[in-house]
């Protein structure tokens, strides 16, 4: 079958069998190294944040997991994941260090907008601004914000309006 595909040409079912082969080793190949590297740099995120987070537990040692932290991010320049941020807030807030969970903070609201409304990492946040003595800030964390209000507001009148329509 494949000869009357090709037969203008001159290659062999065996050519090109052996053709399609290595196309599709190589595809295997690199798409296995691609998820192994994947998995190494999620085992080593994991064990930095479990590094950090048994550091954080002991009060004097909370700064040191902040370091590792600025260095995973900041040197190595390397992503976090909510697991690492939940750890580096709570060691912010052991060390009752204000001025890093507040840049910890912006770094998730300008680079992680899918985290920044995540109901674990507000609580986090929370207890934090709350433990450093900053209540405003604590409780602007579960307030909408002016385009989250109008969009409400746009939202329930426009439902008013259809359910007026229907009473009619």
């Given at each position: 079958?494949l000869s009357t595909l090709f037969s203008c040409r001159s290659v062999s079912?065996?050519?090109?069998?052996?053709?399609?082969?290595?196309?599709?080793?190589?595809?295997?190949?690199?798409?296995?190294?691609?998820?192994?590297?994947?998995?190494?740099?999620?085992?080593?995120?994991?064990?930095?944040?479990?590094?950090?987070?048994?550091?954080?537990?002991?009060?004097?040692?909370?700064?040191?997991?902040?370091?590792?932290?600025?260095?995973?991010?900041?040197?190595?320049?390397?992503?976090?994941?909510?697991?690492?941020?939940?750890?580096?807030?709570?060691?912010?807030?052991?060390?009752?260090?204000?001025?890093?969970?507040?840049?910890?903070?912006?770094?998730?609201?300008?680079?992680?907008?899918?985290?920044?409304?995540?109901?674990?990492?507000?609580?986090?946040?929370?207890?934090?601004?709350?433990?450093?003595?900053?209540?405003?800030?604590?409780?602007?964390?579960?307030?909408?914000?002016?385009?989250?209000?109008?969009?409400?507001?746009?939202?329930?009148?426009?439902?008013?309006?259809?359910?007026?329509?229907?009473?009619?």
């Amino acid at each position: 079958m494949l000869s009357t595909l090709f037969s203008c040409r001159s290659v062999s079912s065996n050519q090109l069998c052996f053709l399609l082969t290595s196309v599709l080793r190589s595809t295997i190949t690199s798409t296995t190294n691609k998820k192994s590297d994947e998995d190494a740099e999620h085992k080593n995120r994991l064990s930095i944040t479990k590094k950090m987070r048994l550091l954080g537990l002991q009060s004097h040692q909370a700064r040191k997991a902040l370091s590792i932290y600025d260095d995973y991010v900041h040197r190595q320049k390397k992503l976090p994941d909510l697991r690492m941020f939940a750890v580096a807030i709570n060691c912010a807030m052991i060390a009752e260090d204000l001025s890093k969970g507040r840049e910890i903070h912006q770094f998730i609201e300008s680079d992680f907008p899918h985290l920044k409304d995540n109901l674990m990492l507000k609580q986090q946040l929370r207890y934090f601004y709350i433990k450093c003595n900053d209540q405003q800030s604590a409780d602007k964390l579960f307030q909408p914000s002016s385009t989250e209000t109008q969009r409400d507001k746009k939202y329930s009148s426009s439902n008013s309006d259809q359910l007026d329509k229907r009473k009619e």
